[in-house]
């Protein structure tokens, strides 16, 4: 109900000022405050409403429209906004708890306490959250996501918001997209060697379906981005299908999911077939509909894109049997399968020697490991992707085709040149990349 445009239109209709929101109601304050007033005000939001008298500090007037946010929320949510932008954080939390608050950020993959703050301060600084997400202040029971933007630097930052309901309060979760900070290039990803010239081969095909695996958080949007990006051309038709959209790409003819307008993986794909494209990006494949949609299009003269959630690239054919797509129109359809996890790389002004040998990642002689200096504060300068890529030749076709077991599968694509994640890892803790703890802590969703 009230969303900033409802509270703009209720203030400059009663002349008053949004102050916030407390335990004990919403906070308003104006010029010359009365109980009717009051009571009118508490009609018309259908919430128990604190009128206050404006003060002499106010920066805007009753009579302007507008509202004054509490001072003490605005600044501290371009703080952490301005910080969290600085630091290359990819979210940010925001954490009710018994007697206080914090404000946790995710930087290269791994979540610290930014800091800790005194209960009084959290009702404003959600509400601020809120308000500039266009969310509903007054609804604290129900999950609630929104979006805004902000300019640091000349540049334009979104933010997507997500808030549920914890303990009476709100836990939100600010996720930040700055397409600057991103490097949408092979490079840029992680991408090398045998890996690069492999995917460029793929990207090269006229159709078929290419697919991306791994957990949540590994990257895998980013790859799909760096990959429609390299084939952007004027003649092409790009069409996209994401929940959602994280980055505009210029060039790329994006839609988002939308389930309340039955706009989903679906029928969105339905749709875009229609559109004379291509190449298309389907965010992920949930169902067997959408599998099957994928692959007859990309059986039909398009090239696909897509998500899986699987352990590694041999695991993506047996989810795909375990959806019912049969096992020819697997083979005929899907011609590339990537497997990926982000790493955090070493930090090259303090990493160390280290001669520890490993028997699972068969490492001997000198590597590296993390130490933390002023420049990188806990040993990691940044994160990239190592990859796993199967590709289907007439071989695997066959082996597809005929059933084959998810070992036979690997063994054939081992034999074939495919370069696992364990050895990848084991490749750039050799070359001083990453250090054996986080070959380890990534080998956990292996």
């Known amino acids: 109900m009230e969303t900033k445009r409802d509270l703009d239109a209720i203030c400059k209709r009663f002349r008053v000022n949004f102050i916030g929101e407390r335990e004990d109601g919403f906070v308003f304050e104006a010029k010359e405050p009365s109980p009717e007033l009051r009571d009118d005000l508490s009609f018309v939001i259908r919430r128990k409403v604190i009128l206050e008298k404006i003060s002499d500090m106010s920066s805007k007037t009753p009579e302007s429209g507008g509202r004054r946010q509490n001072d003490d929320a605005v600044s501290m949510t371009n703080a952490i906004l301005d910080d969290a932008v600085k630091e290359c954080c990819s979210d940010v939390h925001v954490e009710p708890q018994k007697e206080n608050w914090r404000v946790r950020m995710r ?34 029971r129900r999950p609630q996501d929104g979006r805004f933007s902000f300019e640091r630097d000349g540049r334009k930052i979104d933010v997507r918001v997500s808030a549920i309901p914890v303990g009476g309060r709100e836990k939100l979760v600010l996720r930040i997209l700055d397409p600057e900070g991103m490097d949408y290039t092979p490079v840029g990803i992680g991408l090398e060697g ?52 994280e980055y505009a790409i210029e060039g790329i003819n994006q839609m988002q999911v939308n389930e309340k307008a039955d706009v989903t993986f679906t029928s969105g794909l339905e749709s875009i077939l229609r559109q004379d494209p291509e190449v298309i990006m389907v965010g992920e494949i949930r169902s067997r509909e959408t599998a099957e949609i994928a692959l007859r299009a990309s059986i039909t003269g398009h090239l696909i894109f897509s998500t899986l959630h699987t352990t590694d690239s041999p695991a993506a054919v047996l989810r795909l049997r375990d959806m019912g797509i049969p096992a020819y129109m697997i083979s005929a359809g899907v011609i590339g399968i990537l497997s990926q996890r982000l790493v955090r790389t070493l930090c090259p002004y303090c990493k160390t020697e280290d001669d520890r040998k490993d028997a699972f990642f068969q490492v001997d002689g ?45 063994a054939y694509a081992i034999e074939r040149g495919m370069l696992s994640l364990k050895e990848a890892l084991r490749r750039k803790i050799q070359n001083g990349t990453i250090d054996i703890e986080e070959a380890y802590r990534t080998t956990m969703t292996l």
């Open 366 to 410: 000198i590597h590296y490991r993390a130490v933390g200096c002023e420049r990188c504060r806990n040993g990691y300068a940044g994160r990239e992707a190592v990859f796993e890529i199967l590709t289907v030749d007439d071989g695997m076709r066959r082996r597809i085709a005929a059933d084959a077991d998810i070992d036979e599968i690997r």
């Open 107 to 140: 930087r290269k993959g791994t979540l610290f306490v930014y800091g800790t703050y005194p209960d009084a301060l959290y009702s404003g600084f959600a509400t601020r959250l809120k308000i500039l997400a266009a969310m509903d202040i007054g609804e604290r």
């Open 194 to 245: 045998e890996n690069l010239r492999t995917t460029d081969a793929l990207l090269r095909q006229p159709q078929g379906l290419i697919l991306l695996c791994g957990p949540t958080g590994c990257g895998k949007t980013s790859t799909l981005y760096t990959f429609i990006q390299r084939l952007n051309q004027p003649d092409r038709n790009i069409v996209t299908i994401e929940d959602p959209v």
